[in-house]
């Protein structure tokens, strides 16, 4: 999971020694990296309580919460900065969500699978089925993605949240790095942006 190309550019955006918020931090493997490489004072929010115990076993501080309930138990600016990444999709208000990550953060990362892939729109165009890939490897009926969102659906969303995006970021595939960040809602598999409240 660490090995995934959107963790290696949040990674990289993430100041040493500021303080994060991971929200669905899953077994904390990530956040514990972070605490490792980039000395951050981090913190978790996770729901799975299997994913917890194994966090909490690292010795990571994570918070048992639904995401979807609003993250209420957050005070505003009270984090450097509020990651969710590849769980946008999986939430039932992702819009509520992002608008409250931009609250209780200075900035925010957000990355997610870009349904709008040449891939997924040949699939489901020439077979009639939803696709599966590498980055989306379950089926239709069992898979925890509820929101189908592209790159352009994402950036549709911050301009009505009035959420100001300071850095994008895609994800390709073999040989199709120039031809995302050229055209992203066509050719990234995924995307990585950083975000923060309009004007701040």
């Given amino acids: 999971m660490i090995n995934r190309l959107d963790l290696k550019t949040v990674l990289d ?13 899953g077994d904390g493997a990530f956040l514990q ?22 966090a909490v076993q690292k010795g990571l501080d994570v918070i048992q919460e639904d995401i979807n309930d609003g993250l209420n138990c ?4 009270r984090f ?3 990651m969710l990444t590849h769980a946008l999709q999986e939430l039932t208000h992702p819009h509520i969500a992002l608008a409250r990550m931009v609250q209780i953060g200075k900035q925010a990362i957000v990355s997610f ?16 089925r939803m696709p599966m890939s590498r980055a989306m490897p379950r089926n239709w009926y069992d898979t925890p993605n509820i929101h189908f969102c592209t790159v352009r659906d994402f950036e549709a969303l911050c301009l009505e949240l009035e959420i100001d995006i300071i ?10 790095h120039l031809l995302a960040k050229i055209w992203p809602n066509l050719f990234a598999t995924s995307a990585v942006y950083r975000i923060c409240r309009s004007g701040q």
Avoid at 74 to 77: A, G, L, Q
Avoid at 167 to 176: D, K, N, Y
Wanted: glycine letters at 14%; one cysteine or more.
């Fill in 13 to 25: 955006w993430v100041p040493e020694g500021c303080s994060v918020l991971d929200l669905g931090c």
């Fill in 33 to 54: 990296r972070l605490c490792n490489d980039r000395h951050v004072i981090g913190v978790g929010v996770e729901i799975d309580a299997d994913n917890l115990i194994s």
């Fill in 74 to 77: 957050f005070p505003n600016h």
């Fill in 80 to 82: 450097d900065v509020v």
């Fill in 113 to 128: 699978p870009n349904f709008g892939h040449w891939f997924c729109r040949m699939h489901l165009g020439f077979t009639g």
């Fill in 167 to 176: 850095e994008r970021a895609t994800i390709a595939g073999s040989g199709q």
